[in-house]
């Protein structure tokens, strides 16, 4: 029973990030830009007050979430050589609040592997 539980909770996390209504448009491309897919993906922007060591800071923080099966189903490498999944240093492109489009790296990989979603916080190009 619990695995059927754990396959819809699957299939509704990936529902939510992609197409529950909240989702964006995202480009990802590899390091060298040879590939390049379209995704739909949860998309994440705001001034972070604090650092990791509670200090004030005022930075931006920003990151993406996508499905590991979009990636999969549209043979993007998003994989290490050890397997593990590893977007780092590919590129993203996206629109912000304001429409405009904005050119990001991906600085850090952080999968899930019970929902399958990988979340992926963002640097400037």
Do not use: W
């Not at 099966?69 to 290490?80: N, Q, V």
């Amino acid at each position: 029973m619990i695995g059927k539980l754990l396959q819809q909770a699957r299939i509704d996390a990936r529902k939510m990030a992609t197409a529950g209504g909240f989702e964006d448009d995202i480009i990802l491309k590899t390091k060298d830009g040879s590939i390049e897919l379209a995704v739909k993906g949860l998309t994440t922007s705001h001034t972070q007050q604090y650092d990791t060591e509670g200090n004030p800071v005022n930075s931006k923080s920003e990151h993406i979430t996508v499905s590991e099966l979009d990636l999969i189903e549209g043979e993007f490498p998003y994989k290490s050589t050890k397997g593990s999944p590893n977007l780092n240093g590919c590129k993203v492109v996206k629109k912000d609040n304001t429409g405009e489009t904005k050119n990001h790296v991906i600085k850090e990989t952080m999968p899930n592997k019970t929902t399958g979603l990988i979340v992926c916080i963002l640097g400037d190009a």
